[in-house]
């Protein structure tokens, strides 16, 4: 019994830590996380299949604007399965730190090809 709690108490010492050295690194994704999704405004054709399949309307078009709410996003990809034309990518962008809530959402201006 006393040797399980010196055990216990020495196990992190005698163990790397499990934390890496962001934010001075980049952090270290595995290859299927979704990050961010962002808009190529030169393949968008406005035809919102990505504002019906946002399962929380994080996405929204205003126009030629498109509007992304990154604090609603819940990172499904739901969105981009749905552009017909693959104008929607998931970036591995994960940080999210604003001052200001309203400083979340981005906006593009689509354009269609000629």
Do not use: H, K
């Not at 030169?42 to 919102?48: E, I, L, Q």
């Not at 299949?49 to 990154?70: F, K």
């Not at 749905?82 to 354009?111: F, G, H, K, S, T």
């Amino acid at each position: 019994m006393p040797f399980d709690v010196f055990d216990r108490l020495l196990r992190p010492l005698r163990n790397r830590p499990v934390t890496s050295g962001y934010p001075e690194a980049p952090p270290d994704l595995p290859p299927a996380a979704r990050g961010l999704p962002e808009l190529d405004v030169v393949r968008c054709d406005g035809s919102a299949a990505c504002v019906d399949a946002c399962p929380t309307g994080a996405i929204w078009l205003s126009g030629r604007v498109w509007s992304l709410d990154a604090g609603a996003c819940i990172f499904c990809g739901a969105c981009a399965r749905a552009c017909p034309r693959d104008a929607i990518r998931l970036e591995p962008q994960i940080e999210l730190a604003a001052e200001d809530r309203a400083d979340l959402v981005i906006r593009r201006e689509w354009r269609v090809e000629p």
